[in-house]
């Protein structure tokens, strides 16, 4: 009967206790957070002796696995062919956990399914200690171990399970010898190497070949002379010759204004014959000849190779061999003359064949002088600038300003940056004597305008005399600031004016700018 929890009923359970620390799930051992209450190690869990410090085993063996060769016997039912199969396995345990896995070898057109007969796991004994768990000491060469009831014969391991072995004490056996081979697969391997292809094929190895010269290429440089047919000229070209596969291709070096098209290619990379005669018919040249020995033609026929090869045309291909300066290349019916190499290529000539290099022939045509452009005089519509670019260029574009002078030159506030003179025109006609202009300079971007004020009763209409243009000189160039001065003469578009005043701002302007 339990007594009620009620003051003076209950006892106290802390009485006899000496310590009054709390409960922890870890404890170290060895330096190694370790948990607590885990039973004691296995057999695994000791170092041996002169490896290291003792250290729980998921430490001191972790990723080490013991590898064992293995095989077992499998009965076949209810087939003529074979009366048992011997399986071949990989036996794979793991020093950390004790856990064991084990693997099967595939094999082609076996039938069955193979690769991982038992996933890794602990495995126990078979009965009656069917309470134990496989251990380390229980594998060795000539052991035979059952696991699930397939007994495993063990005949070789690897060198670092005979070395961890030899150090535990135990004594490993020599390799077993004489394995017992599967008589199924033997007859099987021998009806394979028996049997022929309906259309057998000649192999070819040219691996190796493409992996050693994979990317590497000989440069040439070759001219085309066929000046002697009509419409016909010198024509500079260069030869790829690619030595993965011995095969080559050839772009031509077209100018500018050549007035011939820019065709990607000259020739199409591929194998060049020496000799260029009339085109086969298609089948005619093959690469095997098959012979057939005996049966009807297709379904149930007997076939060979001709090693003889019988009726084969042979045609020599260009090689690197046949490539050299001075050397003539018949391109289908076009011969092409080496006339030099670049660098690789001459460095592949000397180390292959230990030969020296030709000295190159002079195969580029003299360039014809390059005629200037000659740019026509300034009509007058529209402004120069605007003018020449319609010659320079097929799409003509704006002219571009100077944006930079432009922003520092703008009008900013007060600062208008623009200088004004007054002038009249240098000319001894009585009309024009008493006429006066207004010349204003622009600093941004060195454009002059002219304007001739109102002056009664002058029958002379006043206003915008010159646009707001860049005007030129006679000797070249436009006209600056520096150019426009009080008793400056200047002429601008047929008109000669005298300067014969200036505004505060431009004297201000040249007198701070004298020595600009």
Same mark, same amino acid.
């Given at each position: 009967?339990?007594? @009620?929890?009620?003051p003076g009923y209950s006892t106290n359970s802390t009485l006899g206790k000496d310590t009054f620390n709390k409960g922890h799930a870890f404890d170290m051992? +060895? *330096?190694? %957070?370790v948990e607590v209450g885990v039973g004691g190690p296995s057999k695994t869990t000791i170092v041996p002796n002169g490896v290291g410090q003792p250290a729980p085993s998921w430490v001191a063996f972790d990723r080490q696995v013991l590898r064992?060769? /293995?095989?077992?016997?499998?009965? $076949?039912?209810?087939? !003529?062919?074979e009366t048992y199969r011997i399986r071949r396995c990989t036996i794979l345990y793991y020093l950390e956990d004790d856990s064991i896995q084990v693997n099967e070898a595939r094999q082609e057109n076996s039938g069955i399914p193979q690769g991982t007969l038992i996933r890794r796991h602990r495995i126990p004994k078979p009965a009656p200690h069917d309470d134990k768990f496989y251990e380390v000491d229980s594998f060795n060469v000539g052991n035979n171990v059952t696991l699930y009831s397939r007994?495993?014969?063990?005949?070789?391991?690897?060198?670092?399970?005979? +070395?961890?072995?030899?150090?535990?004490?135990?004594? #490993? =056996?020599?390799p077993a010898s004489g394995e017992p081979a599967d008589p199924y697969f033997e007859?099987?391997?021998?009806? /394979?190497?028996?049997?022929? %292809?309906?259309?057998?094929?000649?192999?070819?190895?040219?691996?190796k070949q493409f992996l050693e010269n994979d990317r590497k290429v000989l440069r040439f440089y070759c001219v085309w002379d066929h000046s002697r047919e009509m419409f016909g000229d010198v024509r500079e070209l260069i030869l790829h010759y690619f030595l993965a596969d011995d095969t080559m291709e050839i772009r031509e070096v077209i100018k500018a204004n050549s &007035? !011939?098209? /820019?065709? =990607?290619?000259?020739?199409? !990379?591929?194998? $060049?014959?020496?000799? $260029? *005669? /009339?085109?086969?018919? @298609?089948?005619?040249?093959?690469?095997?000849?098959?012979? +057939? $020995?005996?049966?009807?033609? &297709?379904?149930?026929?007997?076939?060979i190779l001709d090693s003889l090869k019988t009726g084969a045309v042979a045609k020599q291909f260009y090689t690197d061999a046949d490539l050299t300066i001075g050397a003539k290349v018949n391109v289908w019916g076009r011969e092409v003359t080496i006339c030099d190499m670049d660098e690789f290529t001459a460095h592949h000539f000397k180390c292959k064949f230990n030969v020296d290099v030709p000295a190159p022939i002079v195969y580029k045509m003299s360039e014809e002088r390059k005629q200037e452009r000659e740019i026509p005089p300034y009509n007058g519509w529209g402004s120069e600038e605007d003018s020449k670019a319609n010659c320079l260029k097929l799409i003509a574009q704006a002219?571009?300003?100077?944006?930079i002078k432009f922003m520092k030159k703008d009008r900013q506030g007060l600062e208008s940056h623009v200088l004004r003179y007054l002038a009249r025109m240098d000319t001894n006609r009585p009309i024009d004597i008493d006429r006066t202009f207004i010349i204003s300079f622009f600093l941004s971007d060195g454009t002059i305008? #002219?304007?001739?004020?109102?002056? !009664? +009763?002058?029958?002379?209409?006043?206003?915008?005399?010159i646009e707001r243009s860049r005007l030129n000189k006679k000797d070249g160039g436009y006209y600056e600031a520096e150019d426009l001065f009080v008793g400056a003469v200047v002429n601008f578009r047929s008109h000669q004016f005298i300067i014969t005043d200036a505004d505060e701002y431009a004297k201000t302007y040249a007198e701070n700018h004298k020595d600009d």
């Open positions: 009967m339990a007594l @009620p929890f009620l051992r +060895n *330096g190694v %957070p064992f060769s /293995a095989y077992f016997q499998e009965a $076949v039912h209810e087939k !003529r062919e007994s495993f014969t063990i005949t070789d391991c690897d060198a670092f399970t005979r +070395n961890y072995l030899t150090k535990t004490g135990a004594k #490993v =056996p020599e007859h099987r391997k021998k009806q /394979a190497e028996a049997m022929q %292809p309906h259309r057998p094929y000649e192999k070819c190895d040219t691996l &007035g !011939r098209d /820019a065709a =990607p290619k000259f020739l199409h !990379r591929s194998k $060049v014959p020496k000799e $260029v *005669g /009339a085109l086969h018919k @298609p089948g005619e040249i093959t690469e095997r000849t098959v012979l +057939n $020995v005996f049966g009807p033609m &297709g379904h149930g026929g007997r076939y002219p571009k300003r100077d944006f305008s #002219v304007f001739e004020p109102e002056k !009664r +009763n002058s029958g002379i209409v006043h206003g915008k005399f």
